[in-house]
């Protein structure tokens, strides 16, 4: 017997699959609403036959129309990665605005609770270091990244007009770079990019120097804090990472030892307003989610490269 009806946009992509399998797990019925432009149903396959879970194609640009009670929504619909981002702009501004517009107008609908997934993006190239919640960040809006940078600050800024306005219940989590089984090796992220680059044996290219930092966070670590937000209290942003920073360079060095590759690093140039850092702050998830990371990135690398290593067989 199912507890609560969770719908979840964009639950045919990377984290949004994994999400619906934890709902799934914590014994809710799932809608996972997708348009498939940049997820697949192959992620969510595994679920077919499970009475508990329906999928609806659906651009959620569009009037989201959903039957019966629903208690929660999760909003992850949105092309992520550059790649994808900045070949759909006008599509990435869209499901950040109208797409936002209509999934809050479903938590209104059926007085449900919401979440966003906003991401560390919203801080841009930061000059602050760790990113706290409380940073506002530092966006470039006519960039070429604007385009899904100021999609989810808009989307945040709307959210929490939805939760004054009209007193419904909303959680934003800024997500910080994840890696886990169910990315595309091909969605030009530095991950998968390395993982696969490696694994073939050719050039992994880096960009810049490689001085530039990231934290990678495990996707099982990320959608348990996600699922700790969805059940606290908290409206204002929780950043959901991992603070174990490092740098581009040395996570390269780090994907050809982990893969055993003799692939060679070589350097590119930087792409327009890259962020120069990112790690972030987790104490306010630490203190009101009691919630960190425990999966290491060597741990996390290994089940990763053992999933794109499956799929090249596939
Ligand atoms: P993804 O591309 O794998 O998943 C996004 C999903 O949204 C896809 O299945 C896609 O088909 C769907 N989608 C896009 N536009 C849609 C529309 N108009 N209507 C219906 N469905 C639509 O990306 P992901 O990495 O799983 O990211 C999921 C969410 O998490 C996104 O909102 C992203 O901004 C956020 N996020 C991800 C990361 C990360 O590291 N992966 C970091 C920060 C934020």
Not at 98 to 105: F, M, Y
Not at 192 to 199: C, D, H, R, W, Y
Request: charge should be neutral; glycine fraction near 8%.
């Amino acid at each position: 017997m199912y507890s609560s009806t969770a719908v979840v946009t964009g639950g045919a992509g990377f984290l949004g699959s994994h999400l619906c399998d934890k709902l799934l797990e914590k014994n809710f019925k799932v809608i996972c609403v997708d348009n498939l432009s940049t997820g697949n149903t192959d992620n969510i396959s595994h679920l077919s036959g499970n009475d508990n879970f329906s999928f609806i194609k659906h651009d959620v640009t569009n009037y989201i129309f959903i039957p019966g009670e629903v208690d929660y929504i999760l909003h992850f619909a949105s092309p992520a990665s550059p790649i994808d981002y900045l070949k759909l702009p006008i599509q990435t501004l869209k499901v950040g605005s109208l797409g936002t517009h209509k999934a809050l107008g479903l938590a209104k609908e059926k007085k449900a609770t919401f979440l966003l997934a906003s991401t560390s993006e919203v801080y841009g190239d930061p000059k602050i270091h760790p990113q706290s919640e409380d940073y506002w960040g530092n966006v470039n809006p006519i960039g070429p990244r604007g385009v899904y940078d100021e999609a989810k600050r808009f989307a945040e800024a709307l959210t929490m007009a939805y939760h004054r306005y009209h007193g419904i219940d909303t959680r934003i989590v800024r997500i910080f770079n994840t890696y886990g089984p169910r990315m595309r090796p091909d969605d030009g992220r530095a991950l998968p990019t390395f993982i696969g680059q490696a694994l073939k044996g050719e050039d992994i290219t880096v960009f810049g120097d490689g001085s530039q930092t990231r934290s990678f966070c495990y996707v099982s670590d990320l959608i348990d804090g996600i699922y700790k937000l969805l059940m606290s209290k908290e409206t204002d942003p929780v950043n959901i990472g991992n603070p174990d920073e490092i740098t581009v360079k040395e996570f390269a060095d780090e994907v050809i030892q982990v893969t055993g590759s003799k692939s060679k690093i070589v350097f590119e140039q930087l792409p327009i307003d890259d962020p120069k850092v990112r790690q972030p702050s987790i104490e306010k998830a630490r203190k009101i989610l009691g919630w960190e990371p425990i999966v290491d990135r060597k741990k996390g690398l290994e089940k990763t490269i053992k999933y794109f290593v499956g799929l090249s067989k596939s």
